[in-house]
């Protein structure tokens, strides 16, 4: 019997196969005493499984091939250092001695212990990390159970099944995905995950066609079963019959040919039809994303997010390892602009790791972002030292999140102008032209930008949060998302005002935001004024496709009209005749 289940489209495709499934270990595993002397026998079973983790992760790390995309080894540098964090490499330990219990209840208590510190963080990034931990954890556990890993069930599968393979599981980790790169899956769905979750970032970087988020697609689906996977609408049919297998095979050779021809223009320059050009950058959250970057095109970095270095860990990283960081993205981007948000964390998320956020009602309206760098100076100061010296190798710009008070930004250029009397001290090298900018994703800030104007180089606005700090709505809560609407006439006019703005005190203005990279939003921000555009890698084709086809004259005309109409079912009629 045909049916179809949905969830978050993450990567854009068609995929057509068969349904390989992969076991997921049970979390909610066994619990049983053991006695005092059987302790040292249990944590040596512990020690064991953990040390097989990590020598496997390392020899996936080496056996990369050269062309696999950057983003996979990060992951599993990332993967084998939250293992070696003593919060998972030892806490177990102590909980089999003092509850004199089985090692695999004692690492799962202490999984729960650290997601549950991972939930209570609003920023939708950082929260998707709880996910890592719980790959690494289920990863231990099939060590200690037996259970099958996906390399060792894909190499059960032959190699002529594996190109009409889609991989069906709960979940998979960036060790699993490295997989899809040796053994060339069509795709893949998971029952949980989310667009910022490092299994999505990854299926994009591979161009594979995933959803994620189906709940209950792992139970749902039989091995062998026929599958149709629409990666850009999120739809997964299970058992088609031949009228709808025949009409996405259509579909799949259009997307597979739109595919070649976006290679095409990779190199082409961004343009409007009457001339005007357009600067295309990219999202990124991985040194190693700087490379995906150029492959597609990007005439630059337009956030690079540098919460990645310091989560999972118990202290923050120190100015060495932050300048290494941003030192490779700057010399991967040859020359090309980079521009590095500041620390993006908060009083829901210590660095540390222990949780802050527990005495406030709504951190997302806390401690967090510039105001969490302000409280925490030295932290800061490292941070602003280390992107300081990586301007020496290349042009960087430095972007200061969520700013909403003009003592913030004054606040924080004096603590760049202390920084770079700290590295003059040292002897070290620096832009001393380096631009500082400020996100726009409050709106008090978008409502008062002649506060920031005089004092920052340039603007960025970030949509996510200022849709969502507009309407007061959190994006991530599945009973008020559907009321996130970029449409809605107030964001409009708050975006618009930004742009316009910007441009009349002579400050450049980009978008960041996940606006920036859709290509049904393109026209209707070119006719806004927007100039530059910053977006995930996988985006950037697309987003320079609409442009090449569209006249700036005829948006400007068309969205000074939307910005007159109130009526949302207007504004969607008047959006669908602006791309038509």
């Avoid at 969830?7 to 076991?23: C, E």
């Avoid at 001695?97 to 695999?104: D, F, P, S, V």
């Avoid at 200061?400 to 700290?422: C, F, G, N, R």
């Amino acid at each position: 019997m045909s049916f179809t289940l949905h969830g978050i489209p993450v990567s854009g495709g068609i995929a057509i196969g068969r349904a390989h499934l992969i076991t997921p270990v049970a979390l909610d595993v066994a619990h049983y005493k053991i006695d005092a002397n059987q302790v040292v026998a249990e944590v040596a079973r512990f020690d064991t499984a953990v040390k097989g983790v990590q020598d496997e992760l390392k020899t996936l790390h080496t056996s990369l091939a050269s062309s696999a995309p950057g983003e996979i080894g990060a992951f599993i540098d990332l993967h084998w250092m939250i293992l070696s964090d003593p919060m998972l490499s030892k806490e177990p330990v102590r909980i089999i001695g003092e509850r004199l219990c089985n090692a695999e209840w004692a690492l799962v208590q202490q999984m729960d212990a650290l997601v549950a510190q991972f939930d209570e963080i609003q920023d939708e990034y950082l929260r998707e990390r709880k996910h890592d931990v719980t790959q690494v954890v289920e990863r231990v556990l099939k060590r200690m159970v037996g259970a099958q890993t996906l390399m060792q069930s894909a190499l059960n599968k032959k190699r002529s099944q594996e190109a009409e393979m889609i991989v069906v599981a709960h979940d998979l980790s960036p060790a699993d995905m490295l997989v899809f790169k040796e053994h060339q899956f069509a795709g893949f769905v998971t029952d949980v995950g989310g667009p910022t979750s490092h299994t999505a970032i990854m299926a994009r970087s591979l161009a594979l066609p995933a959803i994620l988020a189906l709940h209950h697609a792992r139970h749902m689906i039989a091995e062998d079963d026929w599958l149709i996977l629409d990666g850009t609408a999120g739809v997964l049919i299970v058992a088609p019959d031949a009228a709808v297998l025949n009409e996405y095979l259509l579909k799949r050779r259009g997307v597979d040919l739109e595919r070649k021809k976006l290679k095409r223009i990779a190199t082409a320059p961004a343009a409007t039809l009457d001339g005007v050009p357009i600067e295309l950058h990219a999202n990124i959250e991985l040194p190693e994303d700087a490379k995906v970057a150029l492959a597609n095109g990007a005439t630059g970095v337009g956030l690079f997010r540098t919460e990645f270095l310091f989560m999972n860990r118990k202290t923050s990283p120190d100015e060495e390892e932050q300048f290494e960081a941003y030192r490779a993205v700057v010399k991967a981007m040859r020359g090309q602009p980079v521009t590095i948000r500041t620390l993006d964390i908060g009083a829901d998320k210590q660095i540390d790791g222990e949780s802050a956020g527990a005495n406030s009602l709504n951190p997302a309206l806390g401690l967090r972002a510039i105001r969490y760098c302000l409280a925490e100076p030295q932290i800061f100061l490292v941070q602003l030292r280390a992107i300081l010296r990586a301007s020496h190798y290349g042009k960087v710009k430095i972007l200061l999140p969520m700013i909403a008070h003009a003592h913030e930004v004054t606040q924080a250029l004096e603590l760049v102008s202390q920084a770079k009397a700290q590295l003059d001290i040292a002897g070290r090298g620096y832009d001393d032209t380096v631009e500082v900018g400020g996100m726009i994703e409050i709106p008090a800030a978008a409502l008062s930008l002649g506060l920031f104007v005089k004092k920052l180089g340039y603007l960025s606005i970030g949509t996510n949060d200022l849709i969502q700090y507009t309407l007061a709505i959190d994006r991530t809560d599945d009973e008020v998302s559907a009321l996130y609407d970029p449409l809605h006439p107030a964001v409009l006019y708050l975006i618009a005002h930004t742009i316009r703005t910007g441009h009349k005190a002579g400050l450049p203005v980009a978008v960041c935001g996940e606006m920036a990279g859709e290509v049904a939003m393109t026209r209707l921000l070119l006719g806004m004024g927007l100039k530059q555009f910053s977006m995930h890698p996988a985006q950037l084709l697309s987003v320079k496709q609409k442009i090449l086809q569209s006249s700036l004259a005829d948006c400007e005309d068309a969205v000074k009209r939307m910005l007159r109409t109130e009526e949302p079912e207007k504004l969607r009629e008047q959006l669908a005749a602006l791309n038509a």
